[in-house]
């Protein structure tokens, strides 16, 4: 690992910090951007047993705000219920906007890292290859093999940046689309609260 490093050149340390980051943001992304740890399906069903049985106090108001982003959006709407419809939906929307912010943490980051890695692969590329040149012109020495080792030693960041780019892009784009699908989700389940709350619907449950 480190004589591939090494015969990489200096490009080939930011490269692999870029490696380091986008993998911690991976998988930090993928354990926080769980659906069950975002938008579980029993929450809503949960607020109906609680009121239901007149048990919606203080108490289960910070269980849901600790819960989940969908559990904090729904305890936003149900403390401005008595507000109005609009005052109500208003809430949730700021609370969503919030949690929406949340959820796409770090991800600017990893769509940087997808963009700037290959930059920097060519980068190393290019230097490489220049110094190759240099090396040859000073030696006097033009054998092809040594030219088709520089070149192939030159092109070791190039590939290094693809590497990390590739996947990169993949779970930026991946997390994206999922973000989209919970909040879709969160929206429908914050639209059932509110209609239900304003007499708008009838309880699903029920």
């Given at each position: ?27 930090e ?48 709407g ?51 290859m ?10 006097g ?36 689309r ?29």
């Amino acid at each position: 690992m480190f004589e591939l490093l090494k015969a990489g050149g200096i490009v080939m340390w930011p490269l692999l910090l870029c490696s380091i980051l986008a993998s911690a943001i991976i998988l930090e992304r993928l354990w926080m951007l769980r659906h069950d740890k975002i938008a579980p399906r029993d929450q809503l069903p949960q607020i109906w047993v609680w009121m239901k049985n007149n048990q919606m106090d203080a108490s289960h108001l910070k269980q849901l705000r600790s819960g989940s982003s969908l559990g904090r959006i729904l305890a936003t709407g149900l403390i401005n219920a008595r507000h109005g419809r609009e005052i109500m939906k208003e809430a949730i929307t700021e609370a969503a906007s919030h949690e929406l912010h949340r959820m796409q943490r770090f991800l600017n980051l990893l769509g940087s890292i997808a963009s700037i890695a290959p930059l920097l692969g060519l980068l190393g590329t290019v230097l490489g290859m220049v110094d190759m040149f240099n090396s040859l012109i000073l030696t006097g020495n033009h054998s092809t093999t040594l030219l088709a080792a520089g070149i192939a030693k030159a092109l070791y960041t190039t590939v290094a940046g693809l590497v990390v780019a590739i996947p990169s892009v993949f779970f930026y784009r991946f997390f994206n689309r999922r973000i989209e699908e919970l909040l879709v989700t969160m929206e429908q389940e914050a639209i059932k609260l509110v209609d239900v709350l304003h007499g708008d619907r009838e309880n699903d449950s029920k």
